[in-house]
């Protein structure tokens, strides 16, 4: 359900993949098209553009696919951060891999989640 995952921003979408347009990545309208083309279209719309709970089955992280006022994102709980005394709080690497798994898999032509 949407807000499923709940928590924080992890991380925008230009910020998960520098390399793509930016204006792509931070383009709320196709970013809604690909999660929509992937899972369908949302029951509703909450309080941000275009926003889904994802569960990876292979790692078994929950996260939030989202766009709202700072664009493309994705987020989920706190805990996930990895912080160390006197560094900034960072994401793990195998949960940014499995988020740019993830949003590659979406913007695939063709893209459903079967």
């Known amino acids: ?28 309208v196709a970013f809604r098209r690909e999660l929509a083309n992937f899972f369908g279209q949302p029951p509703d719309e909450g309080d941000e553009f275009a926003s889904f709970s994802v569960v990876d089955t292979l790692t078994g992280l929950t996260f939030e696919a989202y766009s709202g006022t700072s664009g493309p994102a994705y987020g989920g709980s706190v ?36």
Request: charged share 30%; aromatic share 4%.
């Open 79 to 114: 805990n996930v951060f990895i912080r160390n005394k006197g560094e900034r709080p960072r994401l793990p690497l195998d949960v940014l891999s499995t988020l740019r798994e993830f949003d590659m898999a979406i913007r695939r032509p063709g893209n459903t989640n079967e």
């Open 1 to 28: 359900p949407h807000g499923g995952a709940g928590g924080t921003k992890w991380i925008n979408r230009s910020s998960l993949h520098p390399e793509m347009d930016r204006n792509e990545s931070m383009d709320p």
